[in-house]
């Protein structure tokens, strides 16, 4: 089946930095990728909807500039964190759907946690 | 507005008991699609079932089954003779719409434990 990877899966970093976290769909295209935030014991949070070519659409509440989202291919969505905080500190979530297929071809990916001393 | 309530937010049972995860759904659209995840620890969510709001047949697969009550707008989920393995996050989460650029609407999870 199709499959979506993450990298990196764990990182650690000092509050100030920025991380990038690559969301990439192995063997299909994905016009359309969605990054979700899942805080410890909490639900997926949708935080934006990228569309590859074209701008981001943010939740309410999701800071665009904060959180940028680049979805320069078919294959490659990027999220990255800029200024973390240990606010930001959090699961991340990317997803991807096939072209044309139905909804519940949606696949996700085995996540990022992302640690902001 | 969609809204998913899992008013159960933790469950333990004992292995071999059967146990059903409530879900229940808000939606103005006729046309919807419901769905069920598992979260085991290492965080990966694992898709288990998908279901249209036109096909209201319940569904069986080994021990998992699944209860879609339009009425009651509910769409729960049973596992009979549970195993340790079982322990992990469920998810029930809705969509709307098929358009490829619409994400799942989440609820706040169950986490079910299982022990031995």
């Known amino acids: 089946g199709a499959v979506v990877s993450q990298h990196p899966s764990r990182v650690i970093c000092k509050s100030g930095t920025s991380v990038k976290i690559e969301c990439r769909s192995l063997d299909f295209q994905a016009t359309t990728m969605f990054w979700y935030r899942q805080f410890p014991k909490q639900s997926l949070m949708l935080m934006a909807t990228s569309n590859e070519g074209s701008k981001a659409t943010y939740e309410q509440g999701v800071e665009k500039d904060k959180f940028l989202i680049n979805h320069a291919s078919l294959t490659l969505s990027t999220l990255t964190v800029t200024s973390a905080h240990p606010e930001d500190s959090s699961f991340y979530i990317c997803?991807?759907?096939?072209?044309?297929?139905?909804?519940?071809?949606?696949?996700f990916g085995p996540g990022t946690r992302l640690t902001v001393t | 507005a969609q809204k998913v309530t899992q008013a159960q937010t933790e469950i333990s049972v004992v292995e071999k008991e059967d146990v059903t995860l409530d879900c229940v759904y808000e939606t103005r659209d006729t046309t919807y699609y419901l769905f069920w995840y598992k979260q085991p620890p290492s965080g990966e969510l694992v898709f288990l079932i998908r279901?249209?709001?036109?096909?209201?047949q319940n569904e069986i697969s080994g021990r998992y089954s699944w209860n879609f009550q339009k009425s009651t707008s509910s769409f729960n989920f049973t596992i009979t003779a549970s195993q340790v393995v079982d322990s992990a996050v469920y998810f029930c989460a809705l969509s709307e719409t098929n358009q490829a650029g619409t994400a799942l609407i989440f609820g706040k999870g169950t986490t079910l434990s299982v022990s031995s």
């Open positions: 997803s991807a759907r096939l072209q044309g297929y139905q909804v519940g071809e949606q696949y």
């Open positions: 279901r249209n709001s036109f096909d209201e």
